[in-house]
């Protein structure tokens, strides 16, 4: 398993874990029962995905669920047709929760709320569907509205308190990145980062040679560009990789949100000295567990409702504030990685 | 006796339930020229592919110079020497004249030398006693020039033996004596040519032997000199036909249908006029090159004059869209079936009322299916053609019933000007009897009909009057009663006297 | 005496008419970005259609014979992590046998491909959208979520991208671009000098002809697909060098940009016709249009898809009614003759 040692933001971010404090009321659900799971990631092939496997495994053995947990996806280019079918095969076979990463949009809210309707729970994870419409709730990684602080901050921090930055985010149309600019924007409405200057926002979707051209297109348009905030871990290594085959780190620094083991020469050689991630393997145990709890009847899935999660403690269901009428277990904290403690989290 | 250059012993071959050819035993000796004739679907076809490789025989074997051989394809044909020129000409149009001609040669090195390349094409053009340029693509090459090209292959390639299958349905009388010269030049250095032919006087010219076929069995292989016309007819029909007549007069002729003055288009053909009449046939000759094509596709607005003037019925008209000729009741039976009469792919009733589709249109623009279905069948007992029903595929029918099939599309737009571009191509005495035929009654019905042809007897067994052309402009209009095979190729050759052997 | 006009063949006509877009696209962008006409953007273009070049020269033969390959982008991909791993694995491999490891593995899985259309007479689109994901989903297994990141690549091929051969003044010409036009020319010089190379024209051109002439088309079919991957698997060489970090989604698309660049190029989709400078041109073309409109202000990124579309439509219209007009000066130069 993936050890963070990283420094833990708290501010706000610590609502989830707040809920220690109340433990008594939180629910456990009783191991040993029979649950059906499928852990449905956008695709399969990369990091991440592999990594909230790997967790949710781990509570599915905790749990001692005599039912089966499998890990299936599509290939990465038939992602949205792909996991709308999987997700149908999956309630044909009365499987009693999908846990989704969603890379369909809306498109797929059709097919969940069908799921729904024959018996099969779908619980989001990572990305939500936007609408919420089908899901019976969403696993957030971290507060869209905090993930905005943090990345103002780490802009703030590179640029040395002053000058322009641009983001390089993956595609137009993806909820979550877009979600989380939207919050970094208002973030930099604030007194601190009123000489911090936000000059462009391009995408890259989610493509090596696309985000590479598209950060050095920023580069030549803004000569006093200072950072390159890619809130996308194809984006941040691609841009770390550009800047350094132009011999631009001195100039240009990259941040965001990106994997330790992806980045750490270039946090190491100062191209990328400042970035984040949360544990995707605690995003997947945390998964699970509440997949279980719903399956089973502990939680009925409304707001209000605690449920223990293991080694990460209770969590408790509430309003989506980015998503009217939707619901999501907010997960927190991520963790900053420096040079300090990249190569560690990299092994 | 000389031993055979390629002899076949009891070959057959069937495909699915149908067989094409049953115990076919045939020897081609050296420097022969044989003749191969037979109606399509004969299975002279299947003959030439199982010669050159391209199917194999179910049972029987080949021989070449005595030894037994197995030809799993073209290269193991031309291995042996033995190669083919085929009714459609096989030529690469983006690839340039010397590439295509020595597109099979296998010898030379791997690096191309384009300058000792292009020499060598040019000589080998120049023994056909052509003028080509070897170094343009051959995309827009007039079949004829395809032709030369694809004989330049084989003799590129040394062969033994020379299939030569309908070399001469899209040449012009002077082309035809060119090819027919070149069999003979082929036949003087040993090499044995294998000619079919539908122009049975071809035969009578040059062929040393005639194997007659039908229904994919040897009827008969004779010396020249013991066959006549009628007889080989016969055989091969297997029933008596009647051999064109010449017309000797003009039929009595209604009113004037089209009137042509004066009529060109830039750079490509000038000063065509002429009255033409209901019920009235008027023959377009001339060589290949002199442009008559071009005056059919004009007065159907495919490539519009640009000079000239039109009145149909009495009124002015100018046609630049095929669209409008339609609308004015012109239709246009192309030479071309494949490039532009007929889809391929498609049924025979989509292709008969691909013209007329808007009479089938009902409600919301559907085509109304039962209406075509009947009117397609109509036809197909009309026209007599050969298919089980409609809805086979057009690509499987032989050239003649695809040519019946292009006729009843023009006719069900009911058309008052009916141009016919080379209307008997490829296809075989007995469709083409047919075919004529339907012209006639076409003309007796009161329909204005124009017939582009380079077949010299049809033009004359057709004809109420001849329109001449040559390089471009009109050269000379003749009425059917003063018109002769002579008199037409000296008008069309633009020598004083007539160039038939 | 013909003109100058007169004297070329129409495939050269569509090369200076594509010339002339390419031009006008420069021109136009020279007026609208500061500082265009640079060295620097020189090295960003260049670069950028270096990754593409040799994959579209590959799927350019391909289409010469009437077929198409849209499984190149999966190639690409399976060829940089593997290659990536073999470098990572064995650091010491020399760099032109790291080139041909690369080449070779695509070779292979071109070799299927056209296994499958030349002799299984399956349609090569149905073939290759087949093996597109076929190979990703090879991949996906294969790479079992990890990554080949620049910290595990030896140093010469992280530095590779950055690395110049030679400089005119202040074009740097960096050695990816050079691999990548050393590739398209040989392949360029073939396929108008080599005897067996001219087969793949002749084949698309009319491949019943081809048949009837006497050429084993199935074989030249075949090898058409296996330059395609190993053309493909150079592609995917500079991708590896460049990016250095390899997913399971590297190369996506590919095959899109693939035959854009080669339709842009003048390479007929019905086969049979087409030049390698052509492709050279379409590339550089696409990518200039490309990297220009990220430069410019004028157009939000949201619309900036649908320009690069219609700018490459353009681009093809201008080409076209350029060739054509330049033909129709030829025949009246020809007719004066």
């Known amino acids: 398993m993936m050890k963070m040692k990283g420094l833990a933001l708290a501010a706000g971010l610590m609502a989830g874990l707040m809920g220690t404090t109340a433990l008594a009321e939180a629910v456990t659900a009783a191991p040993g029962q029979e649950v059906n799971a499928v852990l449905l990631p956008k695709f399969l092939g990369i990091l991440p995905f592999d990594q909230a496997n790997r967790g949710a495994q781990e509570a599915a053995a905790e749990l001692g669920s005599t039912g089966k947990l499998e890990f299936i996806g599509p290939t990465p280019e038939n992602s949205a047709a792909g996991q709308i079918e999987m997700l149908t095969t999956a309630t044909t076979q009365k499987q009693h929760v999908v846990m989704l990463s969603n890379n369909a949009g809306d498109q797929i809210a059709a097919t969940a709320e069908a799921a729904q309707a024959a018996g099969t729970k779908v619980v989001t994870w990572d990305s939500p569907i936007p609408n919420g419409a089908g899901e019976s709730f969403f696993v957030a990684q971290v507060d869209f509205g905090s993930i905005g602080t943090v990345m103002a901050d780490m802009a703030y921090d590179l640029a040395g308190g002053a000058g322009e930055f641009a983001v ?20 930099l409405a604030g007194e601190k980062y009123k000489d911090l200057k936000l000059v462009d926002v391009v995408y890259g979707n989610d493509q090596s040679e696309e985000s590479y051209n598209r950060a050095l297109g920023l580069v030549d348009k803004y000569p006093d560009l200072k950072v390159i905030m890619a809130p996308t871990t194809v984006g941040i290594v691609a841009a770390a990789k550009a800047m350094q085959d132009e011999g631009l780190c001195e100039k240009v620094k990259v941040s965001g949100l990106g994997l330790p083991a ?30 279980y709890a719903l399956v089973t009847g502990a939680i009925k899935g409304e707001v209000g409702e605690e449920f223990t999660a293991g080694r990460m403690g209770s969590f408790k269901i509430e309003e989506d504030p980015g998503r009217p009428g939707a619901k999501r277990v907010l997960m927190g904290p991520f963790t900053i990685y420096t040079k300090d403690n990249v190569e560690a989290a990299a092994n | ?21 049953k115990d076919m035993s045939l020897a081609i000796e050296p420097g022969e020229i044989h003749a191969i004739v037979g109606e399509n679907g004969a299975g002279k076809s299947t003959l030439i592919k199982i010669m050159t490789g391209v199917h194999r025989p179910d049972a029987g074997e080949i021989l070449v110079e005595g030894r037994a051989v197995t030809l799993r394809s073209t290269q193991d044909a031309q291995a042996e020497g033995i190669a083919a020129i085929y009714q459609e000409p096989m030529v690469f149009p983006d690839l340039n004249v010397a590439e295509n001609i020595f597109i099979s040669n296998r010898a030379g090195g791997a690096w191309l030398d384009w300058r000792a390349m292009f020499a060598e094409a040019d000589r080998i053009v120049a023994q056909l006693g052509v003028s080509l340029d070897v170094r343009r693509a051959a995309s827009g090459l007039t079949l004829a020039e395809q032709q030369t090209v694809e004989i330049a292959r084989a003799l590129s390639l040394k062969v033994k033996v020379l299939i030569m ?22 036949k003087a250095q040993g090499v044995a040519v294998i000619y079919i032919s539908h122009r049975l006087d071809e ?70 006029g002429f009255d033409l009449a209901k019920g009235e046939v008027l023959c377009l000759a001339g060589l290949v090159g002199a442009r008559r094509t071009d005056v059919g596709l004009a007065l159907f607005g495919i490539a519009p004059a640009t000079e000239g003037s039109l009145h149909l019925h009495g009124s002015d008209v100018t046609i630049t869209t095929p669209r409008q000729a339609m609308d004015l009741g012109i239709a246009y039976v192309s030479e071309d079936r494949r490039k532009l009469g007929l889809a391929m792919t498609l049924p025979i009733f989509s292709n008969i009322s691909l013209a007329s589709l808007r009479r089938f249109l009902r409600t919301l623009g559907l085509i109304d299916r039962k209406a075509e279905g009947i009117m397609a069948e109509s036809y197909r007992k009309a026209l007599d053609i050969r298919a089980p029903d409609c809805r086979i595929e057009v690509g499987k029918l032989s050239g003649g019933n695809q040519q019946k099939v292009m006729l009843a599309k023009w006719l069900e737009t009911k058309p008052q000007v009916l141009i016919f571009d080379e209307p008997t191509r490829g296809i075989d005495v007995g469709a083409k009897a047919e075919v004529h035929a339907i012209i006639r009654r076409l003309a007796a019905e009161g329909v204005a009909v124009i017939v582009i042809s380079s077949d010299l007897p049809e033009v004359l067994a057709l004809a109420d009057r001849v329109l001449v052309m040559r390089e471009g402009r009109q050269v000379g209009l003749l009425d059917i009663s003063e018109a002769s095979q002579e008199r037409v190729i000296a008008l069309a050759a633009g020598t004083g006297a007539g160039v038939a052997a | 005496m013909n003109g100058l006009i007169g004297r070329v063949s129409p495939q050269t006509l569509r090369l200076v008419a594509l010339f002339l877009a390419l031009l006008a696209t420069v021109l136009f962008f020279s007026t609208q970005i500061e500082g265009y006409l640079s060295a620097r953007m020189f090295n960003r273009i260049s670069t950028s259609a270096a990754v593409v070049l040799p994959i579209a020269v590959g799927q350019a033969i391909v289409i010469m014979t009437r077929n198409i390959d849209l499984s190149v982008g999966s190639i690409l991909g399976v060829v940089a992590y593997m290659t990536g791993q073999a470098l990572g694995a064995m650091p010491e491999m020399h760099p032109v046998f790291a080139v041909l490891l690369a080449m070779g593995i695509g070779a292979v899985a071109g070799a299927i491909n056209g296994v499958l259309v030349a002799w299984g007479r399956v349609p090569s689109i149905i073939v290759t959208l087949g093996t597109l994901a076929l190979y990703r989903s090879f991949l996906v297994e294969y790479s079992n979520a990890t990554t080949i990141t620049t ?48 087969k793949f024209l002749a084949v698309g051109s009319n491949p ?17 697909f296996v330059l395609a991957g190993a053309l493909a698997g150079l592609s995917g060489f500079i991708f590896l060098a460049k990016f250095g970090n390899i997913t399971v989604v590297a190369g996506l698309g590919f095959e899109l940009k693939s035959i854009a660049a080669v339709v842009v190029g003048g390479v007929s989709i ?5 030049t390698i400078l052509g492709v050279l041109m379409g590339t550089v073309l696409v990518d200039t249009i490309d990297n220009s409109l990220t430069r410019w202000d004028m157009v939000s990124e949201f619309w900036r898809d649908a320009l690069l579309g219609m700018l490459i439509m353009a681009a093809v219209t201008l080409d076209t009614l350029a060739a054509r007009q330049l033909a129709r000066l030829r025949r009246k130069e020809g007719g004066a003759e």
């Open chain 3, 208 to 224: 019943d002809a081809a048949k009837m002439a006497g050429i084993d088309a199935p074989r030249v079919v075949f090898v058409a």
């Open chain 3, 151 to 198: 910290a595990s690549l030896p140093q010469w091929l992280v530095e590779l991208p950055q690395a110049s051969l030679f400089s005119i003044g202040a074009l740097d010409v960096r050695v990816t671009v050079v691999l990548a036009l050393v590739a398209c020319l040989v392949v360029g010089v073939a396929l108008s000098r080599l005897r067996a190379a001219r």
């Open chain 2, 203 to 272: 035969i009578f010219r040059i062929a040393d032997r005639v194997t007659v076929i039908r229904d994919g069995q040897h009827i008969s292989t004779r010396p020249i000199a013991e066959v006549t016309e009628e007889g080989m007819v016969r055989e091969m029909v297997g029933r008596a036909i009647d051999s064109f007549a010449v017309k000797t007069a003009a039929n009595a002729v209604g009113e004037v249908a089209l009137s042509v003055r004066g009529l060109g288009r830039a750079g490509v053909f000038r000063g065509v």
């Open chain 2, 1 to 21: 006796m000389t031993r055979a250059v390629l002899e076949l012993r009891a070959v057959a071959k069937s495909f699915a339930a149908t067989a094409a050819l």
């Open chain 3, 270 to 274: 019905m086969g049979g016709s087409g």
């Open chain 2, 165 to 186: 299958d309908e070399p001469t349905a899209s040449l012009s009388a002077h082309e035809v004596e060119r090819l027919l010269s070149i069999a003979r030049a082929l």
């Open chain 1, 262 to 291: 992806e980045m750490v020469s270039y946090s190491l050689n100062g191209c990328a000295p400042q970035f984040a991630l949360w544990s995707f393997v605690d995003l997947g145990y945390l998964t699970y567990h509440a997949s």
């Open chain 1, 168 to 187: 390089l985010s993956a595609s137009p149309d993806a909820a979550n990145q877009n979600a989380w600019i939207e919050a970094m924007k208002g973030a």
